[in-house]
């Protein structure tokens, strides 16, 4: 069987002596979905942000694509399509909308991608010469998304997509990253909303003060009747 | 829908600067044409700190320090110190690349910082280039201590001595005008190539670190190469402005190049504008004249009130900051500001 395309073991992150995330595993198959859930604190982002390379790992490896990334800074990682969406969106608000986009084409230019990204978010092209810190909130994210789209990730996280959004744009919002997995995306998601989280994985690992301490398919976490308790407020 | 840099207007703005000294030196006299020439040098190094704070984003308080890594370049390559006398088209390489490495010996260790802590650091930097300066004299004396370098060099190229006044078809140079020109095409080649890097990848790229380096790391932007090029850049163009410094005032000594010289760039380019090279350029030359504009006010407060009521210069720094807090209350992104700033301040 081939190698999975992403293969996390042992991860360990820590911030000065404080401890974010411990002994994390993971393997992810090419084109599969799953989420990250669990409290504030418990180190979803930081699980994030260390796979992108922004934060550094404590301990651990990381093989991608059939080699070792361990020690590969976040830049080399995200021109391998390793591509964080960071929480609070991670948009330039004082660049123009059309310079948000051009960033996500660095080192190429590729119109017809462009076109594309502008095609399915019309808003975006009307108001491309605007200030990115001009949208709204979901206009935001769907920005991110674009933008994110146009680095070809293969491995897409998305840390919280839909923080602080009304709920018509977080369908929004969700349906866009719909798209992108369908189109063969891997995506790792961190989501408060865990309800939608576990509606579009395939499956979810549940994260508790820095540790994996349940993880099965999202169906089986959707019947579950202690998770439902916890984490979707029944 | 890439943004294109904006047409200048330069048949008319190059005609201006050209006939500028003669009007000067008509109007005012020969020593504002000096003043002028010193406030070139001054554009220049507020272009060089724009690309590390107005592009990069990254708050530089030592920026001083490249200014005298460049002039004590000049000094010791051209000078009777060690005996050298390099011509300018060799020294001022040099002094770029040795600006530079300086730029990217205070970029490695403090790329991990931002904001205040890092300000504190490049401030750091810059005093320990000044005391270093003072104390280079032993075991081999390289740079004289607090007496300086003196006899140095003028800028010459070839035979022409930019410190003698020449004869052009007939016409009188005037040393100060030759040697502004020469400055002016400094200036203009450092406008030239400001303005293709901050309309280029690069400059976007820096701009992207500028506003969320997480985010501009996980498009792919190697945030660490572009921070040490914004250093070595902006270094290098202090560089040169402290060659050229060093061999117009023909000594240096490390009293120029104080903690209060850093600060003043800085003000030049947050005055101005940050980011946009217009406004650097008017925040330079404002900055740049203002105290020389104040100076006789030792002599209206004799003639107002019969006597000085207060010492003129500590009135001339008081009306200086009384100037640049005004300016900051009314115009805070600055004289002229660049896009992205303007919006900064009035998007609500």
Not at chain 1, 145 to 151: C, D, E, K, Y
Not at chain 2, 17 to 36: F, Q
Not at chain 2, 133 to 140: D, G, M, Q, R, V
Not at chain 2, 275 to 297: D, M, Q, S
């Amino acid at each position: 069987m081939a190698e999975p395309l992403l293969e996390v073991s042992h991860l360990a992150v820590h911030y000065g002596g404080i401890e974010a995330l411990c002994d994390f595993s993971l393997q992810l198959e090419e084109g599969e979905k799953v989420a990250l859930i669990g409290a504030n604190g418990a180190g979803k982002s930081s699980t994030l942000k260390a796979l992108a390379g922004v934060v550094p790992f404590a301990q651990g490896s990381l093989r991608y694509d059939g080699m070792d990334w361990t020690h590969q800074p976040a830049w080399k990682r995200a021109r391998a399509g390793l591509i964080l969406v960071p929480e609070g969106r991670g948009v330039f608000p004082r660049l123009s909308i059309a310079e948000n986009l051009q960033m996500g084409q660095m080192g190429r230019s590729d119109p017809a991608a462009m076109e594309k990204v502008y095609v399915r978010f019309p808003r975006l092209y009307e108001r491309r010469t605007q200030a990115a810190g001009t949208l709204s909130g979901g206009e935001q994210q769907l920005l991110a998304l674009g933008r994110a789209l146009l680095t070809r990730p293969r491995l897409l996280m998305l840390d919280e997509p839909s923080m602080g959004l009304a709920p018509q744009r977080v369908d929004e919002v969700f349906g866009v990253i719909a798209e992108m997995v369908q189109a063969g995306t891997t995506l790792l998601l961190v989501e408060q909303n865990a309800r939608r989280a576990l509606e579009l994985c395939d499956r979810a690992l549940i994260l508790e003060s820095g540790r994996v301490v349940f993880s099965d398919r999202a169906a089986v976490c959707l019947a579950s009747p202690a998770l439902r308790a916890a984490y979707l407020g029944e | 829908m890439i943004a294109c840099p904006p047409r200048f207007k330069f048949p008319w703005m190059l005609l201006g600067t050209l006939i500028l000294p003669w009007v000067i030196e008509g109007l005012l006299g020969r020593g504002w044409v000096r003043i002028l020439d010193f406030a070139l040098l001054s554009v220049l190094l507020a272009i060089g700190l724009n690309i590390v704070v107005g592009y990069a984003g990254l708050l530089d308080l030592g920026f001083i320090a490249f200014f005298g890594v460049g002039a004590y370049a000049y000094a010791l390559l051209a000078s009777p110190q060690f005996g050298v006398h390099w011509p300018l088209w060799a020294i001022l390489p040099t002094g770029i690349l040795v600006a530079a490495s300086f730029g990217v010996a205070l970029g490695w260790p403090t790329l991990g910082l931002r904001g205040d802590y890092l300000a504190i650091v490049t401030m750091g930097f810059g005093e320990i280039i000044r005391v270093f300066l003072n104390n280079l004299t032993a075991p081999i004396n390289i740079t004289n201590g607090p007496q300086g370098i003196t006899m140095i060099d003028a800028l010459h190229l070839g035979t022409w001595s930019f410190a003698r006044p020449h004869r052009l078809w007939g016409i009188p140079l005037p040393a100060l005008v030759g040697t502004y020109y020469l400055f002016l095409l400094f200036v203009l080649l450092a406008l030239f190539l400001s303005r293709r890097l901050e309309y280029s990848r690069i400059g976007r790229a820096w701009m992207a670190i500028r506003e969320d380096e997480i985010a501009a790391a996980s498009m792919g932007l190697d945030t660490r190469r572009l921070k040490l090029l914004a250093y070595a850049l902006g270094a290098a163009f202090g560089g040169v402005s402290g060659g050229l410094f060093a061999g117009f005032q023909g000594f240096v000594s490390p009293e120029s190049f104080t903690l209060q010289e850093s600060v003043m760039i800085l003000c030049m380019v947050v005055l101005g504008g940050m980011g946009n090279l217009r406004g650097v350029v008017a925040g330079a030359l404002l900055l740049a004249f203002l105290p020389e504009v104040l100076r006789p006010l030792g002599g209206w407060q004799q003639h107002w009130f019969h006597r000085v009521l207060i010492d003129p210069s500590t009135l001339r720094l008081l009306l200086f900051g009384v100037t640049l807090v005004v300016l900051m209350r009314w115009r805070p992104e600055g004289l002229l500001p660049s896009r992205a700033r303007a919006r900064e301040w009035h998007t609500s």
